[in-house]
């Protein structure tokens, strides 16, 4: 008997982790976003029905997880139509992959409701289909993590890969309550880096890879650098260079900022270490009267899932 309801659940994700600019990401153990979807008569239609926690269209053309629902149905040879229930818990424009939980949950979900046992390599196109609306881009350095979970390497050709992650990381993220489009974030980058910067930044890859695979957690996290990227998108971030001085000092060993931001991300290799930077940085925000949601999370292996 065909299923005619499924509820899945999505994680953040983490890109560019400083060290791997559009090609690196991971799933974290939460926040995350859940959507149920219906299968209906209407066949080939894609209908939102609602969304909480966030201010998007209910228009299908117009939203991720309609956009990639759409392409995948259309695939699949439209046999039925859906209706999609949203819960937002990763606010848009939070830099922790919104849109990838939105595009990555909607053609995991409707791959599980019909039954149609496509790998998480062949969801990704339509994931991407939605994540594109968003972005303005089809990297997959967000929805590739948001699918198979993990911490996922995607090289300029060809299928994300996923590596070893350091098990002994855990992750404070530290979300001001503003939001930066990712379209906006590519703008301050420049059309070219210098020589030697590329050079460099290709070094601490490969540094950051192999300590995955050799399980060093402080060794990953030294690799963590960003010659690329971060230095001209920290000027974004409010309050970036104090919130980075009173993490590194309470614990964390590296950090910077989670995909175009405006979330920062920080790496301890204790849980008290990460209770007590998330304090401090709790304690500063407040103290510089921002709101903020901070999240204290760890790498998970697992990616998009039913839930029930």
Same mark, same amino acid.
């Given at each position: 008997?065909? #299923?005619?309801? $499924? &509820?899945?659940?999505?994680?953040?994700?983490?890109?560019?982790?400083?060290?791997?600019?559009?090609?690196?990401?991971?799933?974290? &153990?939460?926040?995350?976003? %859940?959507?149920?979807? %219906?299968?209906?008569?209407?066949?080939?239609?894609?209908?939102? #029905?609602?969304?909480?926690?966030?201010?998007?269209?209910?228009?299908? &053309?117009?939203?991720?997880?309609g956009v990639a629902a759409q392409s995948l149905l259309k695939a699949l040879g439209n046999p039925c139509g859906l209706e999609l229930d949203i819960f937002k818990e990763i606010k848009p424009g939070s830099g922790i992959g919104s849109s990838a939980a939105s595009a990555a949950g909607a053609v995991f979900a409707l791959n599980a409701l019909l039954n149609a046992g496509l790998s998480p390599d062949a969801l990704l196109p339509h994931a991407l289909d939605g994540e594109a609306l968003a972005s303005g881009s089809r990297h997959a350095d967000n929805v590739a993590p948001a699918l198979m979970g993990g911490l996922v390497l995607c090289p300029p050709r060809g299928l994300p890969m996923s590596i070893p992650f350091p098990r002994d990381w855990h992750v404070v993220v530290l979300h001001p309550d503003v939001a930066i489009r990712t379209e906006d974030a590519r703008k301050v980058l420049p059309? &070219?880096? +210098?020589?030697?910067?590329?050079?460099?930044? +290709? #070094?601490?890859?490969?540094?950051?890879?192999?300590?995955?695979?050799?399980?060093?957690?402080?060794?990953?996290?030294?690799?963590?650098?960003?010659?690329?990227?971060?230095?001209?998108?920290?000027?974004?971030?409010?309050?970036?260079?104090? $919130? #980075?001085?009173?993490?590194?000092?309470?614990?964390?060993?590296?950090g910077g900022i989670s995909g175009s931001g405006p979330s920062t991300f920080w790496v301890t290799m204790t849980a008290d270490d990460s209770a007590q930077v998330a304090h401090e940085l709790k304690a500063f925000m407040r103290h510089e009267g921002m709101a903020c949601d901070i999240h204290q999370t760890r790498i998970s292996a697992r990616g998009s899932r039913i839930i029930e």
């Open positions: 008997m065909h #299923r005619t309801e $499924i &509820s899945v659940w999505t994680p953040a994700t983490l890109a560019n982790i400083n060290v791997g600019f559009d090609g690196l990401g991971c799933a974290l &153990s939460g926040p995350g976003e %859940r959507l149920v979807m %219906r299968r209906t008569d209407a066949v080939g239609c894609v209908n939102i #029905r609602l969304i909480e926690g966030a201010d998007l269209p209910l228009e299908t &053309s117009l939203n991720v997880a059309e &070219s880096v +210098a020589f030697v910067d590329a050079v460099d930044q +290709a #070094r601490w890859l490969g540094v950051f890879t192999a300590a995955c695979y050799q399980d060093d957690g402080a060794l990953a996290a030294l690799a963590l650098q960003d010659l690329l990227a971060g230095p001209h998108r920290a000027g974004l971030i409010p309050h970036f260079e104090p $919130i #980075r001085t009173i993490a590194l000092r309470h614990g964390a060993i590296a």
